[in-house]
């Protein structure tokens, strides 16, 4: 089934349509889900949200964009939209998770699963705008919008991260060499 086929299928209430929709965009928008959220039972209910928001918006949408950039823009903001209730929820609670675990490498060749890991030991700030910045390639005026912060705050935290992702390359290189 064609892209525009499965998009006026969905917006036509078609259950076979979004069943397709489904399948074949899941993989992509997991790996989106993923590479926000650490645990992957969360990335994966907020990949069944996102298809519900994408069902109830797929009227929305309009043909003159990528329809897969479409598709990631919810994925993401459902990513931020969790980060932002748990930040609240912590707050509430007075938690103060200062500690990052310390990566742990047991192979020596660099794969997509172990920069995966390693993104995923890095604070939440950090591990986000890298995403939103690199991976997405949001503007740094996009980025403080999504996150409701300043343009500057985003380029402080994207360069922080950088750095502390640096680190660990710089660390993962120390232990593959030994």
Known sequence: MKESDIISGCQSGEKQAFKVLVE????MLMAVSQR???DRHLAEDLLQEAFIL???NIDNYQNGGSFEAWLRKIMVNTCLKSFRNQRKNEELKHQDNAEIAEPVFQEHDMDAQKILRMLNTLEEDHRIILNLAVVEGFSHVEIADMLGIQESTSRTRLTRARKVFKRLLLKFNEITSS
Request: charge should be positive; hydrophobic fraction near 40%; aromatic fraction near 30%.
């Open 54 to 56: 994408i069902f109830r």
């Open 24 to 27: 074949k965009y899941s993989p």
């Open 36 to 38: 926000y959220i650490v």
